[in-house]
């Protein structure tokens, strides 16, 4: 029986932290701080996209997002390509690849086709499906906070992605839970399940301050 838990032999350089945490969390604002339970900064990440892709291709643009640690050495790489904006077309949904060091790839983030809710499957190295995620029927953050759902799969809740409500900010804040003794790899592939979901769904469109879907 294949496990995406706890193997301490297999832990990529410099995601060791990610072995003694249950809970993160990042801020967005064009910057991004993810940090842990306790509100201290673990790693920080920048979106490596030129200003013409951002305004053209707004939330759907292809980009590379470079994720380092305190000493700025980059320890998490992911990759999103350019793909389709609609659920009309479900051979080219969205996806990425997640990169840990960078240049060795340790998992995909793959959109599951669904007409209405925001569904995607979590993959290890080898295309084995490990995890899945259900976000609501509407994925709008009005008032309140958004839940994805994490599960394993057998179908047991094993985790969950929220956007937290910020009120009338130009900052997002993103928490995820999940398991202890799941396998570091897979929590920096729902790390990067998170970021994903955030330009998906809640990327600001131009300086209008309104959010943007893929869906949309």
């Known amino acids: ?36 339970s306790m509100g201290q900064k673990i790693f920080h990440a920048k979106e490596t996209t030129d200003c013409c ?48 060091p960078p240049g060795n790839t340790i998992g995909y983030i793959k959109q599951d ?26 994925a709008i953050s009005c008032c309140g906070d958004v839940d994805f759902d994490v599960t394993s799969k057998d179908g047991h809740s094993v985790g969950r992605i929220s956007k937290q409500w910020t009120g009338l900010t130009d900052t997002d804040n993103f928490g995820i839970n999940f398991p202890m003794d799941l396998d570091v790899r897979m929590k920096a592939v729902l790390l990067g399940a998170s ?9 600001q469109t131009g300086g209008s301050g309104l959010q943007s879907s893929v869906f949309g």
């Open 1 to 36: 029986c294949l496990s995406f838990f706890s193997n301490p032999a297999a832990v990529p350089p410099g995601l060791e932290y990610l072995t003694q945490v249950t809970i993160i969390g990042f801020e967005t604002n064009n910057q991004y701080e993810i940090k842990n």
């Open 53 to 100: 892709t951002r305004n053209i291709c707004g939330p759907v643009r292809s980009f590379d997002l470079q994720i380092k640690d305190n000493f700025d050495q980059e320890v998490i790489h992911l990759i999103r390509p350019y793909r389709c904006t609609s659920c009309c077309f479900p051979c080219c949904l969205q996806e990425m690849e997640v990169q840990a």
């Open 113 to 138: 086709w669904h007409m209405f809710k925001p569904k995607f499957s979590l993959y290890d190295m080898s295309k084995t499906k490990a995890l899945s995620i259900e976000g609501p029927l509407c």
């Open 195 to 203: 970021f994903l979901i955030d330009f998906m769904f809640f990327e």
